[in-house]
Protein backbone atom coordinates (compact mmCIF):
# COMPACT_ATOMS: atom_id res chain seq x y z
CA UNK A 1 0.00 0.00 0.00
CA UNK A 2 1.40 3.05 -0.96
CA UNK A 3 1.80 6.14 1.22
CA UNK A 4 -0.97 8.52 0.30
CA UNK A 5 -3.59 5.55 0.79
CA UNK A 6 -2.03 4.76 3.74
CA UNK A 7 -2.77 7.88 4.89
CA UNK A 8 -5.97 8.35 3.44
CA UNK A 9 -6.73 5.13 5.37
CA UNK A 10 -5.82 5.79 8.92
CA UNK A 11 -7.47 9.53 8.46
CA UNK A 12 -10.74 7.64 7.53
CA UNK A 13 -10.24 5.56 10.36
CA UNK A 14 -10.06 7.98 13.16
CA UNK A 15 -13.23 9.55 11.57
CA UNK A 16 -14.97 6.89 11.35
CA UNK A 17 -14.75 6.02 14.59
CA UNK A 18 -13.26 2.63 14.01
CA UNK A 19 -9.65 3.42 14.89
CA UNK A 20 -10.96 3.91 18.57
CA UNK A 21 -13.02 0.99 18.30
CA UNK A 22 -9.61 -1.08 17.10
CA UNK A 23 -8.18 0.17 19.98
CA UNK A 24 -10.51 -0.40 22.71
CA UNK A 25 -11.21 -3.65 21.71
CA UNK A 26 -7.44 -4.73 21.95
CA UNK A 27 -7.93 -3.09 25.69
CA UNK A 28 -5.22 -0.71 24.54
CA UNK A 29 -4.84 2.88 26.82
CA UNK A 30 -4.80 6.15 25.18
CA UNK A 31 -1.55 6.57 27.23
CA UNK A 32 0.00 2.74 25.75
CA UNK A 33 -1.06 4.02 22.77
CA UNK A 34 0.60 7.55 22.68
CA UNK A 35 4.13 6.12 24.49
CA UNK A 36 4.51 3.77 21.39
CA UNK A 37 4.32 6.63 19.08
CA UNK A 38 6.31 9.17 20.97
CA UNK A 39 3.11 11.54 21.35
CA UNK A 40 0.98 13.02 24.08
CA UNK A 41 -2.10 10.82 25.04
CA UNK A 42 -4.60 14.25 24.27
CA UNK A 43 -2.99 13.55 20.73
CA UNK A 44 -4.43 10.58 20.12
CA UNK A 45 -7.53 11.43 21.88
CA UNK A 46 -7.56 14.57 19.38
CA UNK A 47 -7.31 12.04 16.61
CA UNK A 48 -9.66 9.49 17.40
CA UNK A 49 -12.63 12.51 18.09
CA UNK A 50 -11.81 14.13 14.71
CA UNK A 51 -10.63 17.03 16.11
CA UNK A 52 -7.09 16.43 14.30
CA UNK A 53 -5.74 14.27 11.93
CA UNK A 54 -2.70 12.63 12.21
CA UNK A 55 0.34 13.58 10.02
CA UNK A 56 2.95 11.46 8.10
CA UNK A 57 5.03 9.08 9.79
CA UNK A 58 2.81 9.34 13.12
CA UNK A 59 -0.06 8.49 10.93
CA UNK A 60 1.42 5.43 9.04
CA UNK A 61 2.76 4.21 12.48
CA UNK A 62 -0.85 4.50 13.82
CA UNK A 63 -1.87 2.61 11.17
CA UNK A 64 0.61 -0.26 11.41
CA UNK A 65 -0.09 -0.38 15.20
CA UNK A 66 -3.72 -0.48 14.58
CA UNK A 67 -2.78 -3.04 11.42
CA UNK A 68 -1.07 -5.16 13.90
CA UNK A 69 -3.68 -5.10 16.38
CA UNK A 70 -6.81 -6.12 13.90
CA UNK A 71 -4.87 -8.99 12.88
CA UNK A 72 -4.13 -10.50 16.25
CA UNK A 73 -0.08 -9.96 15.74
Known amino acids: MDRIRSLTRIRRLCASGAARSIRLGAG ?4 ALADHLGVQR ?7 TGERRPQEDRALEYLK ?3 E ?4 S
Open 65 to 67: VLD
Open 42 to 48: STVYRWE
Open 28 to 31: LSLG
Open 69 to 72: IASG
